[in-house]
C-alpha cells in the first residue's frame, strides 16, 4: 500500500442512496446503483444491500464470518496512532515501525497497562491476521491526523477477505480539564465545554437548549474525523459525593440527566430512533447507575467492588430512570459498571415491574438479573452490551474463581455482553469456545455455583453479539463509506461558531454562591484600586502556572504583588483528592485542606485508630494569610472553587467577601462574571456537603448520610439531632445563612 489512503478513495455517487466509497474494494453495479463487495465473492447478496435493514444485513452477514473473525469482533482495547503513545500506559513499540503512509505503527507491542500486560502485532497484521475491528483510541491528536489514521484503518480492511470497516471508540473529548485515563482522552483539539457538572450548572440557569446545541457540536465534529462511536456520557446519578468519578456525571439531579438524556442521545446518534449516517453511536454509562458507592470507594479496585442500596427503593428511585430514558432514546450500547450489587449491606430494592429483586454478587457485566432480565426484557433495551474496561482480569469482581476462558463466556454467553473491553482476548476467547467442543469439563473440574452451559462460549450468543455489533456498523454507513476528508475535518473542528458558543456555556457554567455587594467589579469600583490575584492547586508547580496565566488575562487591571497593598484579592482554588484508579489510605478527602489528620480504613472500608495526613490544596495557610492582610487594609476577598467533586467549602467561604463555582470552567469565563461583562445565571448541579459530620461513617463502616441518595434527599434520613431549625442537616449553609443546596446560586440582582 503506497501513500495515504485518502489520496487512493474513489466514489460512487448513487441517485437516491449513499455513496459508495472504496479505496481497493471491488463495487457492484447493478440497476443503476452501486453496491459495496463485502465479501469479495463479486456477486451481489443481501449483506452488500444497502436498501435493506442494517438488522437483515447483520444477521445475512454474520454467516458468512469465520469462528476466528467473529471471536475478534468480541473484544476492543486500546491502540496507538503512528507516534502518538497511549495516556495511562507503559505499552511501547519495541521498534516504531510505520506504513508506507507514514500513518499506521507496524512494529510489535509489548506492555503493561492497568487491565492486564499482553504482546501484540502490528497494526496491519492485527486487522489482517487478527481480525480485530474495534480500537480505543486515546490519543490527544489533531483532527487531520485522527481522519488519516482512521483513513488508512479501513483501507487495510479492505484488503482481508470479509470487509468489516474498523469501529474506534473514544470517551469524551469536547470538556475541560485534564485528560484523564478513561474518562476524557482529549482536550484542545475540539470545541471545548466546560465540565459536565457545568453544563448541568449552565442547563439548570440557561435552559436544555444548552444540550442540543452541544449535541449537535459534538455530532458534527467528531463525523467529520471519522470517530463514529463515543463512550459517552454518564447517566449515573451522584449519589456519594466521595465518589472519584463524580465530575464525569450530570450531578445528582434525576430529573435533570433525564432531561439532558433526552435531548443529548438523540442530538448526538441524529434521531430519536436511533443512530444514523451523519451520527455518533453512543454508550450510555454505568448501568445500573455508579453513584450508590460505598463510602466513595470505587470499583476500579477492590474496596469498591460493591453497590449498596442502604435506602428502600432507592434503586428505582434515584438510579434507574436516566437509563430508562436513555433507552427509549435508542441509545446505540449500554456500559455497565464494573461493581456488584450487596444483598447483604442493601435493604429491598425493585426491579422495573415492582417485584423484588434477588442480588447475584456477580459484577454487573456478568449479572442477568440486570442486564437480560432488567435492561432488555423490562426496559426494552435493543442495543449492544459494552463491558468496561477490564473486567476480564483485573475488576473482574465476583467471578476472580473462573479463568479468563470461563469469565468471557461467562459475560457473553450467560450475562449478555456482546464486546468485552480490556485486551485483544481472542486467544481467550477462542479456548471459551472450543471448550464447548471439545469435552473440556469432562477432564476439568466445572467450578462450584457454576454450570458448564453458562461458561462456554456457544455459536448462538457468538452470533448473537456479533449481529449487534455489525448492526450498529451498518446504521452508521461504515460499510458503504467510512472514509472522511482530513482538511474538512479540520475546518469542521475549528470552526469559530461552536468555540464561541462553547466559550458561552462556560460563562454560564458559574454559580455565584456569596456576595456582599461586592461583585460585579465594575470600571467605578477598580477605579484608583489595586488587585492581587493568585491561583491555588494541590500541585504547588502548576499552581505557579496557573497564577502567571491568571495575571496575564489582568492585564486591564492594575496589580499589585503585595497583598497588603491589595483593594481586591482574586483567588483561584482548584482542590484535587485521590487518584483515579486506586484506593486512598482512608476515605476520598473533600475537604478543602493541608496536611489534615484523617483516620485509615481497613480492608473491610471501616475507619481504623491509625491516621494519615491529607491534602487536597496546597498552600491553603498562605490563603488566609493573604485573606487576613486584604481585609486588615479594608479589601475584598474574591474566591472561585473548581468543583471536580462536592467540596466542602468552610475554610474558603469563611474567608471569602464574595465566592463563585466553576465545573472545569475557564478562568477568563469566571473573570467575566467577576468583573460584570456576563450576569451570573448558573445554578449548582450537586448538593455540597456541610463539614465531615455528614459524611462521618460508624465503627460497621455505615454513613450518616445514606451514600445512595441524592444531596437534596439526604435530609429525609439524616438523624434529627443534626438538623437546623430549618430541618436541615446536609447542606452547607453559608455565614449569610444561604445554603448551597441542588438548584443554589445567585444573581447579581440579589
Known amino acids: ?147 488519516d489514521w482512521m483513513n488508512q484503518l479501513h483501507a487495510v480492511a479492505e484488503e482481508c477477505q470479509h470487509f468489516i470497516p474498523v469501529s474506534v471508540a473514544s470517551n469524551s473529548r469536547n470538556e475541560n480539564g485534564e485528560v484523564v485515563f478513561g474518562m476524557n482522552d482529549a482536550a484542545g483539539v475540539f470545541a471545548t465545554w466546560p465540565g459536565t457538572l457545568g453544563i448541568a450548572a449552565a442547563v439548570k440557569g440557561a435552559g436544555i437548549e444548552i444540550v442540543d446545541r452541544f449535541a449537535s457540536c459534538v455530532k458534527r465534529e467528531w463525523n467529520a474525523c471519522g470517530l463514529r462511536k463515543g463512550y459517552m456520557y454518564m447517566a449515573d446519578i451522584m449519589t456519594d459525593p466521595r465518589w472519584q468519578r463524580s465530575y464525569g456525571t450530570f450531578g445528582e439531579d434525576p430529573e435533570l440527566v433525564c432531561e439532558i438524556m433526552e435531548h443529548l442521545i438523540p442530538g448526538i446518534q441524529g434521531s430519536k430512533e436511533g443512530v444514523t449516517q451523519d451520527g455518533v453511536a453512543m454508550t450510555t454509562k454505568h448501568f445500573p447507575g455508579g453513584g450508590a458507592r460505598e463510602n466513595g470507594f470505587d470499583p476500579h479496585y477492590a474496596a469498591g467492588q460493591w453497590n449498596v442500596y442502604a435506602t428502600e427503593d432507592s434503586l428505582q428511585k434515584y438510579h434507574i430512570p436516566a437509563f430508562q430514558v436513555a433507552v427509549k432514546n435508542h441509545t446505540s450500547s449500554i456500559m455497565p459498571y464494573y461493581s456488584k450489587p450487596s444483598a447483604q449491606k442493601s435493604k429491598a430494592q425493585k426491579d422495573c415491574l415492582g417485584n423484588t429483586m434477588e442480588f447475584e454478587p456477580y459484577g454487573f457485566a456478568y449479572n442477568r438479573p440486570f442486564i437480560q432480565n432488567m435492561l432488555r426484557d423490562q426496559i426494552g433495551f435493543e442495543g449492544y452490551i459494552n463491558s468496561d474496561t477490564g473486567i476480564a482480569h483485573n475488576m473482574c469482581w465476583g467471578v476472580e474463581m473462573l479463568d479468563i476462558p470461563e469469565r468471557i463466556g461467562f459475560a457473553v454467553n450467560h450475562a449478555g455482553v456482546d464486546i468485552i473491553s480490556g485486551l485483544f482476548d481472542n486467544e481467550a476467547g477462542m479456548e471459551a469456545y472450543q471448550r464447548g467442543k471439545n469435552d473440556y469439563y469432562d477432564t476439568h473440574p466445572v467450578p462450584e455455583g457454576f454450570s458448564k452451559e453458562q461458561l462456554v462460549l456457544t455459536d448462538e450468543a457468538l452470533d448473537r453479539a456479533v449481529t449487534r455489533t455489525l448492526t450498529e456498523l451498518f446504521q452508521l454507513g461504515m460499510f458503504e463509506n467510512p472514509y472522511r476528508d482530513a482538511k474538512k475535518a479540520k475546518e469542521v473542528t475549528t470552526a469559530r461558531e461552536d468555540w464561541e458558543e462553547a466559550e458561552k456555556v462556560h460563562r454560564q457554567s458559574v454559580v455565584l454562591l456569596k456576595n456582599d455587594s461586592t461583585l460585579p467589579l465594575t470600571k467605578e469600583k477598580l477605579a484608583g484600586k489595586k488587585v492581587y490575584a493568585e491561583a491555588f492547586q494541590k500541585d504547588a508547580a502548576k499552581a505557579e502556572q496557573a497564577t502567571k496565566a491568571l495575571r496575564d488575562m489582568l492585564g486591564s487591571v492594575t496589580l499589585t504583588e503585595n497583598p497588603e497593598e491589595a483593594d481586591f484579592a482574586i483567588l483561584m482554588v482548584s482542590p484535587s483528592s485521590g487518584e483515579y484508579f486506586n484506593a486512598t489510605p482512608g476515605y476520598l478527602e473533600l475537604d478543602i485542606c493541608e496536611e489534615k489528620e484523617v483516620c485509615n480504613v481497613d480492608e473491610e472500608g471501616r475507619p481504623e485508630k491509625e491516621t494519615h495526613k491529607e491534602t487536597t490544596l496546597a498552600g491553603l495557610g498562605r490563603f488566609r494569610e493573604i485573606a487576613q492582610k486584604v481585609h486588615q487594609r479594608g479589601g475584598k476577598v474574591i474566591a472561585n472553587i473548581n468543583f471536580t467533586l462536592a467540596w466542602e467549602v468552610g475554610n474558603i467561604e469563611t474567608l471569602a467577601d464574595a465566592l463563585l463555582a466553576g465545573f472545569d470552567t475557564y478562568p477568563r469565563a469566571t473573570l467575566d462574571v467577576i468583573f460584570g461583562t456576563f450576569s451570573p445565571v448558573g445554578r449548582l448541579p450537586i448538593t455540597l456537603p456541610k463539614d465531615d459530620s455528614v459524611l462521618a461513617v460508624n465503627k460497621q463502616g455505615v454513613c450518616v448520610s445514606p451514600n445512595d441518595v441524592p444531596g437534596y434527599d439526604k435530609d429525609v434520613y439524616m438523624p434529627e439531632c443534626m438538623k437546623d431549625e430549618n430541618g436541615k442537616a446536609y447542606a452547607y449553609r453559608d455565614r449569610v445563612g444561604n445554603y448551597y443546596e441542588l438548584n443554589f446560586g445567585l444573581s447579581y440582582k440579589e
Open 1 to 147: 500500500m503506497a501513500g495515504k489512503a485518502a489520496e487512493r478513495i474513489k466514489y460512487y455517487k448513487n441517485p437516491a442512496g449513499p455513496v459508495i466509497a472504496s479505496v481497493s474494494r471491488k463495487v457492484i453495479e447493478q440497476d443503476g446503483l452501486y453496491f459495496k463487495d463485502l465479501d469479495g465473492s463479486g456477486q451481489m447478496k443481501p449483506f452488500d444491500d444497502w436498501r435493506l435493514p442494517a438488522k437483515t444485513r447483520a444477521e445475512a452477514y454474520v454467516k458468512e464470518l469465520t469462528i476466528e473473525e467473529k471471536i475478534a469482533q468480541l473484544f476492543i482495547s486500546d491502540w496507538r496512532m503512528g507516534k502518538y503513545p497511549i495516556p495511562g500506559s507503559s505499552m511501547e513499540t519495541q521498534e516504531l515501525i510505520l506504513d508506507e503512509s507514514g500513518t499506521l505503527d507496524e512494529g510489535e507491542f509489548t506492555g503493561k497497562t492497568i487491565f492486564g500486560e499482553q504482546h501484540l502485532p502490528g497494526t496491519s497484521t492485527l486487522l489482517k491476521e487478527w481480525f480485530s475491528r474495534h480500537l480505543i483510541l486515546r490519543a490527544n491528536a489533531t483532527a487531520e491526523d485522527m481522519t
